[in-house]
Antibody, heavy 121, light 106 residues
Framework: EVQLVESGGGLVQPGGSLRLSCVASGFTFNMYWMTWVRQTPGKGLEWVAN????????YYVDSAEGRFTISRDNTKNSLYLQMNSLRAEDTALYYC??????????????WGQGTLVTVSS | DIQLTQSPSSVSASVGDRVTLTCRAS??????LAWYQQRPGKAPKLLIH???ILQSGVPSRFSGSGSGTDFTLTISDLEPEDFATYYCQQASRFPPSFGGGTKVEI
């Protein structure tokens, strides 16, 4: 059974930092692109960042570029999102997900349960 | 970026009803359209990809259609577990984007 378990969310002040983690199991982690997707009541679901299987390619939503860094450790079946210079508008539930290729390109097939990030003073 | 507009934003229905949800893309996306179901307090779940291909285990009462810019998700004979929010997502162009969702409620 595929499992993705996020952690690291919490309350942080504007301008602060957080590091989200996601531990994967039940599939061959190093064969998948991975991604972070966030959800807010106001903006709905929003793709945030992607990383290729070997970490050699990374992509970000414009609003995260320069502030967020996605990374992975295939030896630990883990995905990370380092978030710096946080803003109120980054407040969301952050999901870790697999990111498909081929017939499943740009699809989010497996999701974690999410970790909540709240940016507030 | 491609914008997806879902309508209605919510729909009231009863067990046994048939409901049709709509998703419109701001530009043509061929058949690169997926649907997700999100139950309260849960993560989204991929239901359908490529407009009409059901994921393994998804009941046949779910069906999708459309191409280009206009798409529909139909749920026939609603079951209690179908009351949820449904999101469309385009996979045609980067970055992937989602519609705003349609809540199917009792």
């Amino acid at each position: 059974e595929v499992q993705l378990v996020e952690s690291g969310g919490g309350l942080v002040q504007p301008g602060g930092s957080l590091r989200l983690s996601c531990v994967a199991s039940g599939f061959t982690f190093n064969m998948y692109w991975m991604t972070w997707v966030r959800q807010t009541p106001g903006k709905g679901l929003e793709w945030v960042a992607n990383i290729k299987q070997d970490g050699g390619e990374k992509y970000y939503v414009d609003s995260a570029e320069g502030r967020f860094t996605i990374s992975r450790d295939n030896t630990k079946n883990s995905l990370y999102l380092q978030m710096n210079s946080l803003r109120a508008e980054d407040t969301a539930l952050y999901y870790c997900a697999t990111y498909g290729s081929g017939a499943y390109r740009r699809l989010f097939e497996n999701w974690g349960q999410g970790t909540l990030v709240t940016v507030s003073s | 970026d491609i914008q997806l507009t879902q309508s209605p934003s919510s729909v009231s229905a009863s067990v046994g009803d048939r409901v049709t949800l709509t998703c419109r893309a701001s530009q043509g996306i061929s058949t690169w359209l997926a649907w997700y179901q999100q139950r309260p307090g849960k993560a989204p779940k991929l239901l359908i990809h490529a407009v009409s291909i059901l994921q393994s285990g998804v009941p046949s009462r779910f069906s999708g259609s459309g191409s280009g810019t206009d798409f529909t998700l139909t749920i026939s004979d609603l079951e209690p577990e179908d009351f949820a929010t449904y999101y469309c997502q385009q996979a045609s162009r980067f970055p992937p984007s989602f519609g705003g969702g349609t809540k199917v409620e009792i």
